[in-house]
């Protein structure tokens, strides 16, 4: 394993840490995985803007996402320790009783649809041909540009 894999499970770690810290203080949650949803894309939304933020603060430098994600890695460590060592009084931390919310059978069937769907979504819009990304005709003019930012993010050629 590489060492940007291991820092990125470790990013992705802080930003789930970060949105569980934060949600709980406003939320009761009905299970664990309605619990880490909620985590997760707070997290993702909180992380990610403070990290593009703080990385714009050291744009004149030589390689500012890394500083960015230092002061990140630095300051939400600092938040979730602090958020966690000071509980607020409106806190919750007991959960919902198992009967007021339930997933019955019509929730797992629109999820089981919506999950073909964009399976179906995905692997009829992008394919890989001959070692390429190959985008659908009726797709090309709106991902071609899209694909190349991503590209560029993933070479860290975003400043």
């Known amino acids: 394993m590489t060492i940007e894999i291991v820092l990125a499970i470790i990013y992705l770690i802080l930003l789930l840490l970060l ?16 619990r ?13 803007w403070w990290t593009y933020l703080s990385s714009f603060l050291f744009a004149a430098t030589n390689s500012p996402l890394l500083w960015g994600n230092l002061l990140f890695f630095v300051m939400c460590s600092g ?8 509980p ?23 999820t089981g649809l919506f999950l073909v769907y964009a399976c ?14 190959a985008i659908a005709t009726h797709q090309w003019s ?3 540009s899209t694909v190349s930012i991503m590209q560029s993010f993933a070479n860290g050629h975003n400043f």
């Not at 880490?36 to 990610?48: E, N, V």
């Not at 938040?79 to 000071?86: F, M, P, S, T, V």
């Not at 179906?120 to 990304?133: D, R, Y």
Request: glycine share 10%; hydrophobic share 50%.
């Open 19 to 34: 949105g569980d810290a934060l949600c709980r203080r406003f939320f009761k949650f009905a299970s664990g995985p309605h």
């Open 36 to 48: 880490f949803g909620a985590a997760f894309l707070t997290g993702a939304l909180i992380g990610s």
């Open 79 to 86: 938040l979730i320790y602090w958020l966690w060592a000071n």
């Open 88 to 110: 607020s009084s409106r806190e919750f931390q007991t959960r919902i009783d198992s009967d007021q919310v339930g997933f019955n059978r019509w929730d797992w069937i629109a």
């Open 120 to 133: 179906w979504l995905t692997f009829a819009t992008f394919s890989m041909v001959n070692g390429k990304i």
């Open 142 to 144: 709106d991902f071609g």
